[in-house]
């Protein structure tokens, strides 16, 4: 079992539409939360950041994170064609393999809004 | 105001050739990774520097090395391509080694010919 899973989609909905993306993980060590977007041929950027569990929003973003579940998810409301691109999901923790600020990111998923 | 600059963009390289990817940055951040991203994959550590302290992932293979001559540059140097190094090279830095502050430049990719 990978540590980090994640349905690389792709993923295609219609302009205004909420977006639920997901990922699921092994290690219950992990404490941090991320995740990044990234546009075709450029680098991953922050999107949204959570430590341990709970919840974090962002304007049209929202961040859960269901520790018991070991399951983390992102949402998108009223979803717009500049979201269009790899959602990747990233988690660390303290002390990870002995390489801190290490990021086991999952493979991402591809989402596409159509207008 | 770009903060994390790679160069070049795109490296075309012959199997066996050593090749130089650049990594520069402007928030004197104490940390720099090397990331390496093939298609549709996971970005995946190679390795990473605190300061002048060399970090190197157990898995990362030999024919990678890096180097940091100072706070804003480190380099990746592949010894000898192959086609499997085919990939998107990516730089971050980071503050401190905690994960949240990690900023990704734009990436490298490189193809092996």
């Known amino acids: 079992q990978k540590e980090v899973e994640q349905d690389p989609g792709p993923l295609s909905v219609p302009e205004g539409a909420i977006v639920s993306l997901n990922c699921t993980y092994s290690n219950s060590a992990f404490q941090y939360f991320m995740w990044y977007r990234q546009y075709s041929r450029k680098g991953p950027e922050l999107l949204m950041y959570t430590y341990s569990s709970g919840n974090k929003e962002d304007g049209r973003f929202t961040a859960q994170v269901d520790k018991s579940s070991k399951y983390i998810s992102l949402f998108i409301r009223d979803s717009q064609p500049s979201d269009s691109a790899t959602y990747l999901c990233a988690m660390s923790s303290p002390d990870y393999g002995g390489s801190q600020g290490n990021l086991i990111f999952g493979k991402g998923t591809k989402l596409s809004v159509k207008p | 105001d770009a903060m994390v600059i790679q160069n070049p963009r795109y490296q075309v390289t012959q199997f066996g050739k050593p090749v130089t990817l650049s990594c520069s940055q402007t928030l004197n951040h104490n940390v720099m990774y090397w990331y390496q991203q093939k298609s549709s994959q996971a970005p995946k550590l190679l390795f990473h520097?605190?300061?002048?302290?060399?970090?190197n992932e157990a898995d990362t293979p030999d024919n990678f090395q890096s180097r940091r001559p100072n706070t804003s540059f480190c380099f990746l140097d592949i010894r000898s391509p192959g086609l499997g190094d085919a990939a998107m090279y990516l730089c971050a830095t980071s503050r401190d080694h905690r994960v949240e502050t990690q900023y990704f430049g734009p990436g490298t990719r490189l193809l092996v010919l």
């Open positions: 520097y605190y300061d002048k302290d060399f970090n």
